[in-house]
């Protein structure tokens, strides 16, 4: 605000001027300009917000889609407890605690989606400021000749100095709710952005946890391939030293050298592969590349047993649906924005200063000036450029309800996608370690047989080269089946019901691995 002359300055820079002022104004002049405001601005102003608080806005109220819901999803044991637990530790995996708590902290998809929040939170604010009035202030000090505030000077050739100071102000009557409507679009964006920073959060956890896992699967395929490199070897020293007795041919040996080249060339490229996946996982944790410490295998993880919750509560839960959804109560508040456009705008302004065409007058009450006006304006012709405007907010509004609806659609094929891998995975696994034990028992009795010669060297070849490829499926699909529920609590929106957080006895290491 302006900064007046002080009253002491003023009377001593003019010995004319009132004796009874406040910051330069006479309090006649002063108590006129108040009591004009307050009967010409503020009365009509209150009785105006009383009618239009009875009144509503223009264009149509957000209603939420009737979505067709499936009563149940496929395999699922229904649950309508939805209380979020953290679902990580339901693995009881200190590791992957740790690992999850730092990515929380230090990851840099979410550190960017909290930046998104608040530019919504401030957009927000901009759009709030609307509800207020808005005050300016100006002040000009100028000397010229035949010129004053710009234009020409009564007084021929004189030369003068004139200054200005005044403050305005200016408050839109919100009659039709354009204000209202823009308010609720920007509330709602910001909620979709903060439904948008859950849905990141969310598919972090579910990377880090994924990621793990897959670094442990890939720890027990080299220890495999370690362990069958080992086993060719063995075979080969064994037919070796059959070749060089005269028992045997060497093409007993070329071939078990063969099948030893084969297993050992799998462990640098599984080992490449940790090393990527490492560095992926150090993406997420917002670290340098680098090595990650896993003291646990894959076999320790317990298998937590998860039933989801009833479709409708993925509504409620799911950061993606709320985000659409309120994408949606955006664009339809734009169509009441548009609306607004079609009718005129009212405003009230006032202003309060001192003008005066001689600095010497400056102090004067003279050179007062205030001023309060009622103003609008509105639309006549302008070319379907407002029609065009309110055809493409219902456009918005109709892309925005079809995507939501869509986004409902895949969040319940995604459950159920979940659910059936969960359950069909489990009965896989139980197929492949008991063909795994078979394996292994065939492999073992064919050395035998081959040591007391009742069997060739291709029965003791073959059965180690089926063992091999069983030994990775087994642990591919026991990483499938962890990321399975990984994809569960993603597809849930995150959390698991509370009262079936247990973990079924964790898994032997026994040659069966079934159950």
């Given at each position: 605000?302006?900064?007046?002359?002080?009253?002491?300055?003023?009377?001593?820079?003019?010995?004319?001027?009132?004796?009874?002022?406040?910051?330069?104004?006479?309090?006649?002049?002063?108590?006129?300009?108040?009591?004009?405001?307050?009967?010409?601005?503020?009365?009509?102003?209150?009785?105006?917000?009383?009618?239009?608080?009875?009144?509503?806005?223009?264009?149509?109220?957000?209603?939420r889609?009737?979505?067709?819901?499936?009563s149940?999803?496929?395999?699922?044991?229904?649950?309508?407890?939805?209380?979020?637990?953290?679902?990580?530790?339901?693995?009881?995996?200190?590791?992957?605690?740790?690992?999850?708590?730092?990515?929380?902290?230090?990851?840099?998809?979410?550190?960017?989606a909290?930046?998104?929040?608040?530019?919504?939170?401030?957009?927000?604010?901009?759009?709030?400021?609307?509800?207020?009035?808005?005050?300016?202030?100006?002040?000009?000090?100028?000397?010229?000749?035949?010129?004053?505030?710009?234009?020409?000077?009564?007084?021929?050739?004189?030369?003068?100095?004139?200054?200005?100071?005044?403050?305005?102000?200016?408050?839109?009557?919100?009659?039709w709710?354009?204000?209202?409507?823009?308010?609720?679009?920007?509330?709602?964006?910001?909620?979709?952005?903060?439904?948008?920073?859950?849905?990141?959060?969310?598919?972090?956890?579910?990377?880090?946890?994924?990621?793990?896992?897959?670094?442990?699967?890939?720890d027990?395929?080299?220890?495999?391939?370690?362990?069958?490199?080992?086993?060719?070897?063995?075979?080969?020293?064994?037919?070796?030293?059959?070749?060089?007795?005269?028992?045997?041919?060497?093409?007993?040996?070329?071939?078990?050298?063969?099948?030893?080249?084969?297993a050992?060339?799998?462990?640098?490229?599984?080992?490449?592969?940790?090393?990527?996946?490492?560095?992926?996982?150090?993406?997420l944790?917002?670290?340098?590349?680098?090595?990650?410490?896993?003291?646990?295998?894959?076999?320790?993880?317990?298998?937590?047993?998860?039933?989801?919750?009833?479709?409708?509560?993925?509504?409620?839960?799911?950061?993606?649906?709320?985000?659409?959804?309120?994408?949606?109560?955006?664009?339809?508040?734009?169509?009441?924005?548009?609306?607004?456009?079609?009718?005129?705008?009212?405003?009230?302004?006032?202003?309060?200063?001192?003008?005066?065409?001689?600095?010497?007058a400056?102090?004067?009450?003279?050179?007062?000036?205030?001023?309060?006006?009622?103003?609008?304006?509105?639309?006549?012709?302008?070319?379907?450029?407002?029609?065009?405007?309110y055809?493409?907010?219902?456009?918005?509004r109709?892309?925005?309800?079809?995507?939501?609806?869509?986004?409902?659609?895949?969040?319940?094929?995604?459950?159920?996608?979940?659910?059936?891998?969960?359950?069909?995975?489990?009965?896989?696994?139980?197929?492949?370690?008991?063909?795994?034990?078979?394996?292994?028992?065939?492999?073992?009795?064919?050395?035998?047989?081959?040591?007391?010669?009742?069997?060739?060297?291709?029965?003791?070849?073959?059965?180690?080269?089926?063992?091999?490829?069983?030994?990775?499926n087994?642990?591919r699909t026991?990483?499938?089946?962890?990321?399975?529920?990984?994809?569960?609590?993603?597809?849930?929106?995150?959390?698991?019901?509370?009262?079936?957080?247990?973990?079924?006895?964790?898994?032997?290491?026994?040659?069966?691995?079934?159950?």
């Open positions: 605000m302006a900064e007046f002359p002080h009253p002491e300055r003023a009377r001593l820079g003019r010995s004319n001027a009132p004796r009874s002022t406040v910051a330069g104004f006479p309090v006649s002049i002063l108590r006129c300009f108040v009591a004009l405001v307050l009967s010409a601005i503020f009365v009509p102003a209150v009785a105006l917000v009383l009618a239009l608080l009875a009144g509503c806005a223009v264009g149509p109220n957000y209603k889609p009737t979505v067709d819901s499936p149940t999803f496929r395999s699922e044991n229904a649950d309508t407890n939805q209380t979020e637990l953290a679902w990580w530790q339901v693995y009881q995996d200190p590791t992957l605690q740790s690992l999850i708590r730092e990515a929380l902290t230090n990851n840099y998809d979410l550190r960017i909290v930046a998104r929040v608040e530019q919504a939170r401030a957009f927000a604010m901009q759009a709030r400021s609307g509800f207020f009035p808005s005050a300016t202030y100006q002040g000009n000090v100028s000397r010229g000749r035949n010129d004053v505030f710009g234009s020409a000077f009564p007084d021929k050739g004189a030369t003068v100095s004139s200054a200005v100071v005044t403050m305005n102000a200016f408050w839109e009557v919100d009659l709710g354009r204000v209202r409507r823009l308010n609720e679009s920007a509330r709602a964006q910001l909620l979709a952005s903060d439904q948008g920073r859950r849905g990141v959060r969310l598919t972090l956890l579910s990377d880090v946890a994924t990621a793990y896992f897959q670094l442990l699967e890939l027990q395929e080299l220890e495999i391939a370690s362990r069958t490199t080992n086993s060719f070897a063995e075979s080969l020293r064994i037919f070796n030293q059959r070749v060089q007795g005269g028992t045997a041919s060497a093409l007993e040996s070329s071939r078990a050298e063969a099948a030893l080249d084969d050992a060339a799998t462990v640098p490229a599984i080992r490449q592969r940790i090393s990527a996946t490492e560095y992926q996982l150090c993406v944790l917002g670290r340098n590349p680098g090595p990650i410490e896993r003291p646990n295998p894959l076999l320790s993880q317990g298998m937590p047993q998860v039933p989801s919750g009833l479709p409708s509560a993925l509504l409620q839960r799911r950061p993606d649906i709320l985000e659409t959804e309120q994408l949606l109560h955006s664009a339809n508040a734009q169509i009441g924005v548009a609306v607004a456009e079609f009718f005129p705008k009212i405003g009230l302004t006032a202003l309060l200063g001192k003008v005066s065409p001689e600095l010497s400056f102090t004067a009450g003279s050179g007062n000036a205030w001023g309060i006006a009622a103003e609008g304006s509105g639309p006549i012709f302008q070319g379907g450029r407002l029609v065009g405007q055809r493409q907010a219902k456009a918005a109709d892309e925005a309800d079809l995507q939501y609806r869509q986004t409902v659609l895949n969040a319940f094929r995604e459950v159920s996608d979940a659910l059936v891998s969960r359950q069909e995975l489990a009965e896989v696994r139980q197929h492949q370690a008991s063909q795994v034990h078979s394996l292994e028992s065939a492999v073992k009795l064919s050395s035998e047989r081959y040591v007391a010669g009742k069997a060739g060297y291709y029965e003791v070849l073959e059965a180690q080269q089926q063992l091999f490829p069983s030994e990775l087994l642990a026991e990483r499938d089946e962890l990321l399975a529920m990984v994809n569960l609590y993603k597809a849930l929106g995150g959390g698991w019901p509370q009262e079936t957080n247990t973990v079924v006895a964790q898994r032997k290491s026994n040659p069966a691995r079934a159950k």
